[in-house]
């Protein structure tokens, strides 16, 4: 099991908190797992509902037509760097 980062943890409580994910807890969310299908199970109205939380939380904007979403959303860790380098740029 990898470690979450600070900020990590942060967004893996975002993600629980605004997604009412009641079977899962923050600190088993793996960093490399993916977010969708397999890895968490999410779907793109959770993608919907997660940007405008992120965006909220953090300013950051996520596009719901921008071409970079699959990276963005690969996982945890993909997801926290994406809004820590867009935070730190804004």
């Given at each position: 099991?990898?470690?979450?980062?600070?900020?990590?943890?942060?967004?893996?409580?975002l993600?629980?908190?605004?997604?009412n994910?009641?079977?899962?807890?923050?600190?088993?969310?793996?960093?490399?797992?993916?977010?969708?299908?397999?890895g968490?199970?999410l779907?793109?109205i959770?993608?919907?509902e997660?940007?405008?939380a992120?965006s909220?939380?953090?300013?950051?904007?996520?596009?719901?037509?921008?071409?970079?979403?699959?990276q963005?959303f690969?996982?945890?860790?993909?997801l926290?760097?994406?809004?820590?380098?867009?935070?730190?740029?804004?």
């Amino acid at each position: 099991m990898a470690s979450q980062t600070t900020f990590e943890q942060e967004v893996a409580q975002l993600i629980v908190d605004s997604l009412n994910l009641e079977d899962v807890a923050a600190e088993e969310i793996e960093p490399e797992d993916a977010l969708f299908r397999e890895g968490l199970g999410l779907d793109s109205i959770d993608a919907l509902e997660l940007a405008l939380a992120i965006s909220r939380a953090y300013g950051v904007q996520i596009r719901s037509d921008d071409e970079n979403n699959r990276q963005i959303f690969q996982s945890l860790r993909a997801l926290s760097a994406h809004i820590e380098a867009n935070r730190a740029a804004s």
